[in-house]
């Protein structure tokens, strides 16, 4: 299916008919099919849609550079036009960031809301990372005291060790749009989420480390936090039994109403 707005196409998919509607705002990124074992779980009771975001999948990328506000507004619009009732909104890492800004700064009135590994949390800076930084600024502009004929290969190269998978993984006129979203700090949002949210999380993440989940719960006023032991940053795929479990608990009640 697609949603037409002006800047483009968006392409999404929806599965089941159950009353109650599910929202899955997948991670940075993501492949919709990384979702079919919790959609194909959940959507005996629910109606599943999930979306390829602008630049991904089936969706075309707008010929201008976007930033998390964009996505957030693209996306809410796009749930505008379901009109749907009450949607719960499920968001994993990138799909988190955009359901912070969604309730945090746009203030939408969703009630309910699940954040898995979510990004929106600046790292701080560590004496390691400003080093980093550094050295990477540092090599790329000795690149032209090279010929020129060895620039792309040597920046290439510098490029490969220091930029992170995400970054490396795309087209270059995605680039830009990837460093405004991942620079926003969406941390003083977070309080202002009237939502009833659960927050899940795989104690081994390293991209979205746990402190991030405890600083959401501590946060958000009306939260829960499940941790998830020996998993990482996509326990919809390391432990998704546990994980169609815990979402079916989180909001069988509302099948009801």
């Not at 949390?121 to 005291?145: A, D, F, M, Q, W």
């Amino acid at each position: 299916m697609n949603y037409h707005y002006e800047l483009g196409n968006l392409y999404y998919e929806k599965y089941g008919s159950g009353k109650q509607s599910i929202i899955i705002l997948p991670g940075w990124g993501d492949i919709r099919t990384s979702w079919n074992y919790i959609i194909e779980y959940l959507k005996e009771d629910f109606t599943i849609y999930i979306v390829d975001y602008p630049g991904f999948g089936n969706s075309n990328f707008p010929d201008k550079d976007l930033t998390i506000y964009d996505y957030t507004d693209i996306i809410y619009n796009w749930i505008q036009s379901l009109e749907l009732n009450d949607p719960i909104l499920i968001g994993h890492s990138f799909g988190g960031r955009i359901i912070i800004t969604l309730t945090g700064y746009y203030h939408y009135p969703f009630k309910h809301i699940a954040l898995m590994d979510s990004a929106g949390i600046k790292p701080k800076k560590t004496i390691r990372s400003i080093l980093r930084n550094t050295i990477y600024k540092i090599l790329k502009k000795g690149s032209h005291l090279l010929p020129k004929k060895y620039q792309n290969k040597y920046l290439a190269k510098i490029f490969s060790i220091f930029a992170s998978s995400d970054y490396r993984n795309l087209e270059e006129n995605m680039r830009p749009t990837f460093r405004n979203v991942i620079h926003e700090d969406l941390r003083h949002y977070l309080e202002k989420i009237k939502a009833n949210t659960l927050i899940i999380w795989g104690n081994k993440d390293t991209s979205t480390p746990i402190q991030d989940a405890s600083l959401m719960h501590q946060k958000i006023p009306d939260s829960e936090l499940i941790v998830i032991d020996k998993v990482g940053h996509f326990p919809y795929l390391e432990r998704p039994n546990l994980i169609c479990a815990i979402l079916y608990e989180q909001f069988k009640e509302l099948i009801k109403k």
